[in-house]
């Protein structure tokens, strides 16, 4: 019998790739929105400025329709949609309420700076019936703010303003430094875009919600410079796996 | 935009402290941070009525007792018959003129003006244009101070219609182009380009004893985005865009002649004002039940009242009239708000959310078909060591049917992909550079083209460089031949996909292993062959904590070990893969061979070096291999040969 016979051989060990961070950070957040009970829709990412400003009611005089915030193509006919909002009408006027859908996804907006990128990432919700109201959005949001960071985060709410919904909020986390950081937005949804996506205002309220998805990624997982997410370095997306 | 604190808190009863009056300022919704004194913030942009220390105290009010009544000029002031032209009474429905001779130019400046300027750290220009970046800041109704001699002949408002050369105030020339709104004077001079900046021929100086001070309306639209455009710093435009308060105007120029009158002696003054379209009254049903029905808490009738009252909002017969400088308040929401915001937005206590219907498919077929496809890729890739990148989408490249983007970054961003070959390629010669050698990327992306903005989701996949790093694939090239077999595994007739081996002619790079490419277009229609253990989704937790990386270059050592007593090859690896060092990157076999002849078993130990502060040196690398190979040899039955 042959000496060799029996040795254990070292392992083998394979390399195991890994699922983006931002994407991995998009699933997570909409695997726990699915199962809340959101729908998932996909919508284009170039869009018409009526889907993507118009309708949502971005009114022509407001600064974001500037050519330095958004990326106009072939011969300022379409836009490259500068959030997912658009899916949102899209959603309104495909479907009939009661009515609740998610979507996520890539955006643009004209910036290339340390912390502003030309292509970002964005998930954001509606939800529209009979009773929907501002105390229902909060609790939404501390469900997905503690799912995100933990039942012991502190939360606040703060009046901003998106000419989409009406309330409005911000909403912060409190770091462990004892700063508070953004990281959401959402409100009311503004019953003149209701109308516009055939909706009886009167009879129907809802509310919306949208997150920047690098911003989660960046706290949760601790990256502090955007752009490493997107230069596609070895070393950095291997440990994400 | 910044405010003194003092400038605040001298007109609240209750003197809050800054912390306390920071917390008031964030639950209306007034984002700010506090430098010392100085409060800095960032108003949304429908509050520009909150752009002053007046906006923000008429604010503040629903909370404390705030008693912000200044002193304006109380005389009569005789009218001012002036030469003025409106050819654009749409981008201007009120403006006002006023004119004013002072006897002598102040030397110092009374307590309330000498603070703005010393305790905002701003520079004094000159009489009249220090009182007019006063009034702004206290009122937030820009004005502008012209030298009385240069338009007192008269003045036109109009859309310029040839391009101009226009001299700012600031002393900078821009070439301002037909279509803006200006000012010209008697004899057609450009002389102010209206609500942005003033012209350097009629601005005033340190001698200017009379003045003509412009006090306008403009709408918004018409001066939103140009401040930015021409690359001109302008507090007024930033004001104007946000919209100001029509009816101010006369407020306004008494306040601002009161304070010129605490310093001066006035000789002579004189108005002209003329309100070419009246501003509409906006009026909003009182509906308590559907503010309540909005907000989702119960309030009481009195007290909502009250919270409107104090912001300005008159309430009579069941209707709410909206002060003239709320331009943001249209309807029910936009109250409801104003509620919300004076119980406080934490003080809402939340209901629960429930999305109660019979649960239809989640996505609808095609959708969910292409994202299970896209899944189940994912996962293979995964599982055979690639990782997922994200591109953005633009490029130098122009095939026919790329969409062309109108305002581009730069020219090499100046169209859309319409493949991700490009993309991965860059990313692939990127992990080169920095020493990977094994490279397996993949990326999945929508990419549109055509008039029609035609999309469809790709998959590229791209390779290059070893297989793995373990002793079975280490000397395995990544080729056509490997991704068919991963990809057969997969889907039907992967080997009939069209396989590129991309050239390195042309591209900058030492390395030489083959680069092969592969594009696959993911729809419902892909087939798929492989009914894995449908783990199609994969579980992520989000709680990885990222290490920064390193810059620095790689140093790599490989020692090859002759082991006798075989009972020694998991002692010693268990050694070599435990040792913790920071410069240590990574330690893995990549030679193992059996020679039975001689009964020895021989393992090749690759050590990877790399330091995150400097590029690693010999002598560092030195410092932690020599004492491996000094314990290794003392192992019995362990040799290094070459180190004997």
Known sequence: ?241 | MKIFYKHIVDHINDKPDKRYLSEKLFQLGHEHEIDGEIFDFELTPNRGDCLSTMGLLRDLNLFYEVNSIKPIFSKDIEHFDYKFSNKAQDACPKISFLKIDIETIPDIYNEELESYFLNLNLKKNNFFTDISNYISYETGQPTHCYKAEEVENGLTLDFLDKKQQFKTLFDTKIQIDPGNLVFLNHKNDLVNFAGIVGGKSSACDLDTKTVIVECAYFNPEVILGKATKYSINSDAAHKFERNVDLNSHEYVLRRFLQVVEQHTKILNVQLYSNTYKQSPQTVIDFDLDRIINIIGKNIEEKDCIAYLQRLGFVIKQKLIYVPSYRNDIANINDIAEEIARAIGYDNIEPKKFIIDKPKIKSHDDAVSQKNSIENRFKNLLIDNGFCEVINDPFTFQNIKSSIEVDNPLDSNRKFLRTNLKNSLLDNLLYNERRQQDSIKLFEISDVYSGKSNMSKKLLGIIISGRVDKNYIDFNKKLNKKYLVDILNKFIYRADDLNYEVISRDGINSRTTSTITYVEIELDANTKINYVSNDNENKIFDLNIKYTPISNYPLSVRDLSFSIKDFSKCELLDNYLTSIDNDLLKEVFIFDHYLNEKNNEIKIGYRFVFQSKETTITERDVNKIINPIIEYSKSMSGVTIPGFE
């Open chain 1, 1 to 241: 019998m042959s000496p060799m016979k029996g040795i254990k051989l070292p392992k083998i060990n394979r390399s195991i790739g890994a699922i983006h961070p931002i994407n991995q950070t998009k699933e997570f957040i909409v695997d726990f929105l699915v199962e809340i009970g959101f729908d998932y829709i996909d919508g284009p990412e170039i869009e018409t400025e009526n889907f993507n400003f118009d309708m949502l009611n971005i009114k022509k005089s407001h600064p974001a329709r500037q050519m330095h915030d958004t990326f106009y193509v072939n011969k300022k006919e379409n836009v490259l949609r500068t959030h997912t909002s658009p899916v949102q009408i899209r959603g309104m006027l495909d479907r009939k309420p009661p009515l609740d859908f998610i979507s996520g996804g890539k955006v643009y907006r004209k910036d290339d700076d340390a912390t502003h990128l030309p292509m970002f990432h964005q998930i954001e919700g509606i939800s529209v019936n009979t009773d929907i109201n501002f105390a229902n959005l909060k609790d939404l949001i501390f469900r997905i703010v503690h799912k995100l960071f933990g039942n012991k985060i502190e939360i606040r709410f703060r009046p901003s303003y998106f000419p989409f919904t009406e309330p409005s909020a911000e909403v912060d986390i409190l770091s462990e430094d004892g700063k508070w950081l953004e990281i959401l937005g959402c409100g009311i949804v503004n019953p003149i875009v209701l109308e516009n996506c055939k909706i009886d205002s009167t009879k129907y309220s809802g509310l919306a919600f949208g997150l920047g998805i690098e911003r989660i990624a960046m706290l949760k997982y601790g990256v502090n410079d955007i752009r490493d997410f997107y230069k596609s370095n070895l070393d950095f997306l291997k440990q994400f796996k």
